[in-house]
């Protein structure tokens, strides 16, 4: 026995040890594990910052008008007699400084006048409310605060007012809330709003400055990037379909891995970023190379067009590739090199073109030369179209031919679909139909 | 001089008269053109709400809440040790109460515990910086403030921090400004947050009420709906496309003023709806037909499959306009007729594939007959090709006709892309470039 509980002690000592040596490597892998997030983690904030160098730039300005603020605080001989509205400047600088120099001033300008506008209607409002005497005063009040935030709350539906004001309408709704619920008399709240309205106003006024002096980051100028870069991008497919393609030596190989086919889908994506861009652009005073009242909404319709190019493309490059998965049969040698003259000519100058447009913005000049790319372009179409209508029946055949292929591609488009919503109906736990038409029946015969 | 002054009082008299009529006419115009206004306006506010009666609700909901929450305040025997703490209420039923149950709640969940985190901080680095003594109390408050509020903008910039948690973020920065501000003593600190902790969870648990309860809208019904909304648009081509172009009788005229052209353009702009109502959708609880960890974030991915399918009808579409505006050839009969119906067959299955997984994810069943139509639409694309290939040289002069015609099409709206930067150009009043050179040689020369 004692053999027994020595062993079984010596046992337990071993099986300590290895669990001692267990729990040290597992606290060993999960410290790696940590070690490999934490890593990673840093490497991803790296990525962000190294991407937009201005996004670190910002993270400070916020900051520094957060401290700028905050200090206020403190100089109490300069602003004592503010006491805790002083908080509302802090709540402003947090809520209002936004990334660009447009998206501040339209926040900044949206709560400095709907704090005015609400203060003025919620004043008159409790003067109304006094006039009718205690008991029918909080009822009156109440039905104020209950038809204007609804009224309110409707307009942020107008496009207009969605697109411009609506966080102006929301601190209107906030301001007369809070004034009307509030129990002080007229002439305190006079004070009271006065008070707030001055703080807001100094918060406002920290933000935009540190906004616009410190590193300024403009939508306009932003917005006139993101039209220059799609416009580079769009070239950059031409450019590649030339090469990869047309070219004498172009071998349509391994076409799917190219960057180029790739390139002008974010071009289909950009609508959201160029719409807030273009929103927040117009409220910028000039700046650079843009005077007062610069068409900002017409880059709103040339991004519309570049993403209707960049759809057409997308045709394009799943047609190409669909090509290249199937043989690509060799095909007929005179007309192929005629239409493959005609293809570079084509892609070529309307890369040139874009390329010169891209220049062009970028230098804020007319763009000139871009004119006799795209004649030459549209010549080399012609051209095509001409010499092949003599063949009056490859005409015939091209254009059916078009149609159905494109028409074949969209049943390849369409089977995606369906595939995609039978994954969803399988994560989901659709029902089967037929179980629910049996249902159906067994309740139709009880 | 006597007549000449009655002539001159008479015409001043009538020239009275006329000023009157004149005054009188232009109040009338001006009258009419303010109740045009007026009228236009209303009609577009009933539009709005026909568009969406739910709109209408959501105003009442959000005057509802806020009036639930006003209330709170005239309820003394309940609320008065809460005092000016309550305006926490109000604030945050303005701010949190969104379209959605879905947006409340992420909005109020971050509020929440954006504030929760940030006191507990911020009280932390109260202890802290009174241990440090008088002096160094604020400068290093300030530090605090500077440091944590430029870390916590830039996690703001990590899109999927961005995504989900970017309103509990600026809270986060506002509460701790706030607190590390105050010049409280700690166990004051203590008692101020817990009661204004308390009152946003009393505004939270208003607007969750009303808006789970009283006509409530789901982000993730809505983005089912969405779903559903863009199938049947793309079957719409099809099926449109199907009778004005493939049909016996069909006659390819009239083709650019047809609705069915337009209607996958919506299509094509609903990714940012999608996105947001997908991130709404993951806050919600299970409700109706959709349960918990439902698999919303698939619904991207057939948004996404759906948008590169409408972008190929854009590319169908614009080259079915083109091919009108030019005179459509009398093509080859025989070709003609076996391609005209392998087209017909593959635009008919694929319209009724569409349909039948709308009218499954709408009765939430699993598409079973959706496969065998598409299969019908994949054999017809199969038969075509297959019959085409008998013709090498047609094949071969196909791929280089599609090639050719998709690159001409590409051409044409690269050159609608040049003229668009071309107004541009004039619009903002760019420099002429031959100026520019001319400056920079004077420049030079001087």
Not at 372 to 398: C, P, T
Request: aromatic share 10%; hydrophobic share 45%.
């Amino acid at each position: 026995m004692e053999i027994d509980q020595m062993e079984s002690g010596a046992n337990g000592a071993g099986g300590g040890g290895f669990r001692l040596a267990r729990c040290w490597e597992l606290l060993c892998s999960a410290a790696g594990m940590l070690r490999g997030k934490v890593v990673g983690f840093a490497r991803k904030l790296g990525r962000i910052a190294r991407d937009d160098p201005r996004r670190v730039a910002h993270s400070f300005k916020v900051g520094l008008a957060l401290t700028l603020v905050s200090v206020l605080y403190y100089v109490r001989p300069l602003f004592n007699n503010w006491g805790v509205s002083t908080m509302w400047a802090v709540l402003t600088t947090v809520v209002v400084m936004e990334y660009t120099v447009g998206g501040t001033l339209c926040k900044g300008l949206n709560r400095a006048f709907g704090t005015l506008v609400a203060g003025f209607i919620a004043v008159g409002a409790h003067k109304v409310a006094y006039l009718c005497g205690d008991k029918a005063e909080p009822v009156l009040l109440a039905i104020f605060v209950f038809l204007l935030s609804s009224a309110a709350t409707f307009s942020r539906f107008i496009p207009e007012v969605k697109a411009r004001y609506d966080y102006g309408v929301t601190i209107f709704i906030l301001t007369f809330s809070l004034v009307a619920v509030s129990s002080y008399r007229v002439d305190e709240l006079i004070r009271l709003a006065h008070q707030r309205f001055s703080t807001i106003v100094v918060g406002v006024a920290t933000c935009l400055c540190t906004t616009i002096f410190v590193f300024p980051v403009w939508a306009g100028e932003d917005l006139h990037k993101l039209a220059i870069g799609n416009l580079n991008k769009l070239a950059e497919f031409f450019e590649g379909i030339e090469s990869e393609c047309f070219r004498e030596n172009a071998t349509f190989e391994n076409l799917e891995a190219k960057p180029f086919l790739q390139v002008y889908k974010t071009v289909l994506n950009s609508k959201a970023t160029e719409d807030s861009l273009c929103n927040f652009a117009k409220w910028e005073p000039c700046h650079g190379k843009f005077k007062f009242r610069h068409p900002w909404s017409h880059y709103q319709k040339l991004g519309a067009l570049s993403r209707q190019c960049a759809s057409s493309m997308e045709a394009l490059a799943s047609y190409v590739i669909t090509l290249t998965r199937t043989e690509y049969p060799e095909a007929h040698p005179e007309l192929c090199l005629e239409v493959r003259t005609a293809c570079r000519q084509m892609s070529l100058h309307s890369a040139k073109a874009l390329r010169e447009l891209s220049a062009a913005m970028r230098m804020v000049t007319l763009p000139s030369q871009a004119n006799v790319h795209m004649s030459a372009a549209i010549k080399a179409a012609k051209g095509l179209r001409d010499e092949l209508a003599e063949d009056a029946d490859l005409v015939q055949a091209m254009h059916v031919a078009v149609i159905a292929s494109l028409l074949s591609d969209l049943v390849t488009k369409t089977k995606q679909i369906t595939e995609s919503v039978d994954i969803l109906a399988r994560l989901a736990r659709f029902k089967n139909p037929e179980n629910t038409q049996k249902d159906v029946g067994i309740n139709v015969v009880s």
